[in-house]
């Protein structure tokens, strides 16, 4: 079992910045497959960002060049730095793991078994 916690959400204007922390407890002694998501009101949970086991990153259209996904081991932490925000990136943002990700659906919520409770990000225009 691992437990996900994030924070470093808040409500910034278009165009600014914001690094979302996602710690990791429980067992950790294996290593997991780690991914953002997020999820605006009304709409499907997406896949924003992933790190896999052999350290590749993945990250959803609407978000290359302006997101950087990033892991800390020793930390037990995944990162989020988020630049030049748009109103549409206005969601909740949550952290997922997993034992195994196939490269190919690493953006499917059913992917990964362990959630955390989300941090909110609000970008205004």
């Known amino acids: 079992q691992v437990q996900l916690q994030e924070s470093g959400g808040g409500s910034v204007q278009s165009g600014g910045s914001l690094r979302l922390s996602c710690v990791a407890s429980g ?21 924003v960002a992933a790190i896999l086991h052999d350290g590749s990153a993945f990250y959803a ?18 990162y989020l730095q988020m630049n030049s925000l748009k109103p549409e990136d206005t969601a909740m943002y949550y952290c997922g793991a997993s034992a195994y990700v196939p490269r190919s659906t690493w953006y499917r919520r059913e992917q990964y078994q362990y959630w955390g409770q989300g941090t909110q990000v609000t970008v205004s225009s």
């Open 27 to 47: 067992n950790t002694s294996s290593s997991y497959c780690m991914a953002w998501f997020r999820q605006a009101p009304g709409k499907e949970r997406e896949g």
């Open 61 to 78: 259209d609407s978000v290359k060049g302006r997101f950087t996904v990033a892991q800390d081991n020793g930390k037990n932490t995944l």
